[in-house]
């Protein structure tokens, strides 16, 4: 059974170019979710997916930043015109919904950074 | 929104020594999961506990969802302990978005 898995781990790009991550979920799993971390913090939540479905967005994501799930495995998190304040670890987690229980689990995230 | 806080924020121990890390919550919530984070950032399960008390190991957590707090208890800490410690709560009314404490930062000195 493999984990949440996440690519590429580290990212270093100059301001204003456009970068894309990549995650995958753990395999059963309908749900998918982004968070950031930055220095010091505990992570943020950006937005989930159920199956290829964006249910919700936080006010964090802005029009830079998109996200997909297109058949409902794997997604993609793209940031344009990077910006430095982007500068983060990106955390994808994903959980099994159907019963009370929702679980999260994490991948091992991919830390960007921005010159 | 709901306020997640986590004390103490730092935490020095010599090997061998137990703690107890705590978690407070300002709202209803359906769950809590605990977490900790090593040195690479890899966020690692501990306990997924909405009420009472749960063990693994040389940890347990206890959740009072009604009273609002969450406590996790290491026992004969070990230099492998270190880290940041996370707490975070899955919000009431359906929502399904984990909101996290500002972690424990703990140093475990051999």
């Known amino acids: 059974d493999t984990g949440v898995s996440q690519d590429p781990r580290h990212k270093i790009t100059k301001r204003g170019q456009n970068v894309t991550f990549r995650c995958d979920p753990i395999?059963?799993?309908?749900?998918l979710y982004w968070y950031r971390q930055t220095l010091g913090q505990g992570p943020e939540f950006l937005t989930y997916?159920?199956?290829?479905?964006?249910?919700?967005k936080s006010r964090l994501l802005s029009n830079r930043f998109s996200a997909e799930r297109p058949k409902g495995s794997f997604s993609t998190l793209e940031i344009q015109r990077t910006e430095q304040g982007d500068s983060a670890m990106y955390l994808c987690?994903?959980?099994?919904?159907?019963?009370?229980?929702?679980?999260?689990?994490f991948g091992p995230g991919t830390r960007l950074t921005v010159l | 929104g709901i306020q997640v806080e986590q004390s103490p924020p730092d935490l020095i121990l010599q090997e061998g020594a137990n703690s107890t890390l705590r978690c407070n919550f300002s709202d209803s919530v359906n769950n809590l999961q605990w977490f900790h984070q090593n040195p690479w950032g890899q966020l690692i399960n501990l306990f997924y506990?909405?009420?009472g008390t749960k063990q693994n190991g040389r940890l347990s957590a206890t959740t009072v969802a009604t009273e609002r707090y969450s406590l996790l208890y290491i026992s004969s800490s070990q230099t492998t302990d270190s880290g940041v410690y996370f707490c975070?709560?899955?919000?009431?009314?359906?929502?399904?978005?984990?909101?996290f404490g500002a972690g424990t930062r703990l140093a475990v000195h051999p």
């Open positions: 395999s059963e799993h309908n749900r």
């Open positions: 975070a709560v899955f919000l009431s009314g359906g929502y399904n978005k984990l909101i």
């Open positions: 987690a994903s959980s099994l919904v159907g019963s009370s229980y929702n679980e999260q689990f």
């Open positions: 997916f159920q199956n290829e479905a964006q249910l919700e």
């Open positions: 506990i909405p009420s």
